[in-house]
C-alpha cells in the first residue's frame, strides 16, 4: 500500500529539528527540542515520539507513514550508528537508527546531518538538477557533504567529507570536542566564531559594543548584529572568518571542482560581512583553470527546513 509521508529529524549540537513530509517536499508539521537538556538518545526520541503522534494520528497513523530519516554529526549510513560525535553530549557508538526503529516500529535510516541537508537541497533548492556540487553547513560546528556525479560521497567506511575537521592552522586553535589543534571548525563554526571575538575584544582596546555584552551571551548572532550597526571589531571578526573559509574551500574545489558550493545554516546568513572576504581569498588561492568558475551559493531552502527534508528523502523508495 502506498505511503504518503516520511519523518525527517535532525540532530544538532545544541537543538533536534523534526517534521513530517509529504511526497512532494512539503514540510506540514515542524519543531524542535533542546539536544542538550536530555540525558540520553533514548529520551531524546522519546519526546520526539511523543511530540509527533497527534500529527503521525492526524495524518492517518503510523501504517501511513515510509519511514524515519535521520540526519547526525559522525552518523554512518552503512551501520545507523553515530559514533564518537564531538559536538553531541553522548559519547561512544550510538544505534541511534535502532532506537528510532524500536521507538517507532517503523523503517529508519540515518547519515551524516551535512549529508542529509546535501540530499534535500540536492532534491528541493539550489543545487536541484546539479551533480557536483559541495553543501558546507555553518552551524555548531562546520559540516560538509560531496555529491559527484549525481550521488554522496561517504568513502569504505560512511565517514568521508569532515572538512570541518581538515586542518588549517597546524599546532593552532585547540578544538574542544575533539583535542585536535588548528581545525578549519575551530575558527569557521558560530562557536568560532565566538573564540575570535573573545580573542580580539581582548588583545585590543578599540571600543566595541560587544563589550557592553556579557561574554556568556556574547554568540555569533550578536557579532552579526554588532556588524550590522557598524561595529569595527565585529567587522573584522567575519573578515577574518571568512577569509580562513575561503582559504579551505579552495582546497576543496582544487580536489573535487564542483559546479556550486553551497553554503547553509545561521553563519551563512552574515550574508556579505561573511561572503566578501571568503570570496576574495577564495579566488586568490585558486589556480586560474579555477578561478571564476565555482559558484558560492546560499541555500534555498528554509534553515528549519533543510535537514529535515533532506533526512526524510532517506527512506523514500
Given at each position: ?91 561512544g557508538i550510538i544505534p541511534l537508527a ?166 547553509f545554516g545561521g553563519l551563512a546568513q ?48
Amino acid at each position: 500500500m502506498s505511503k504518503d509521508y516520511a519523518i525527517g529529524i535532525d540532530i544538532g549540537g545544541t537543538g533536534t529539528k523534526f517534521g513530517i513530509v509529504d511526497k512532494m517536499g512539503n514540510v506540514i508539521y515542524s519543531d524542535s527540542v533542546s539536544t542538550t537538556h536530555v540525558t540520553s538518545p533514548e529520551q531524546l526520541i522519546k519526546v520526539i515520539y511523543d511530540n509527533l503522534q497527534p500529527s503521525i494520528i492526524s495524518h492517518g497513523g503510523i501504517n501511513n507513514f515510509v519511514g524515519v530519516g535521520l540526519g547526525a554529526p559522525n552518523g554512518n549510513v552503512y551501520t545507523g550508528t553515530v559514533e564518537w560525535a564531538p559536538n553531541l553530549p553522548w559519547k561512544g557508538i550510538i544505534p541511534l537508527a535502532k532506537i528510532v526503529k524500536s521507538q517507532f516500529k517503523i523503517k529508519s535510516l540515518l547519515t551524516n546531518d551535512a549529508n542529509a541537508a546535501a540530499i534535500g537541497e540536492m532534491q528541493y533548492g539550489a543545487a536541484k538538477g546539479m551533480k557536483d556540487f559541495v553543501m558546507i553547513t555553518l552551524g555548531t560546528g562546520v559540516g560538509s557533504g560531496f555529491v559527484v556525479n549525481g550521488q554522496l560521497v561517504y568513502g569504505h567506511d560512511g565517514f568521508a567529507g569532515e572538512f570541518g575537521h581538515t586542518i588549517i592552522f597546524p599546532d593552532g586553535r585547540l578544538h574542544q570536542g575533539t583535542g585536535i589543534k588548528g581545525s578549519l571548525e575551530s575558527y569557521c563554526s558560530a562557536t568560532g566564531v565566538r573564540i575570535t571575538t573573545l580573542e580580539k575584544l581582548e588583545s585590543t582596546n578599540k571600543p566595541s559594543l560587544l563589550r557592553a555584552i556579557p561574554e556568556d551571551d556574547l554568540d555569533a548572532k550578536a557579532v552579526y548584529e554588532a556588524a550590522k550597526k557598524g561595529d569595527a571589531i565585529a567587522i573584522e571578526v567575519f573578515n577574518t572568518t571568512g577569509e580562513i573559509l575561503g582559504l579551505g574551500l579552495a582546497n576543496i574545489i582544487m580536489i573535487t571542482s564542483p559546479e556550486a558550493i553551497i553554503l547553509f545554516g545561521g553563519l551563512a546568513q552574515a550574508g556579505d560581512f561573511l561572503l566578501k572576504p571568503l570570496r576574495k581569498t577564495l579566488e586568490a588561492h585558486l589556480l586560474p583553470i579555477f578561478q571564476n568558475k565555482v559558484k558560492i551559493l546560499l541555500s534555498h531552502l528554509k534553515s528549519s527546513d533543510a535537514a529535515i527534508l533532506g533526512a526524510s528523502a532517506l527512506v523514500w523508495d
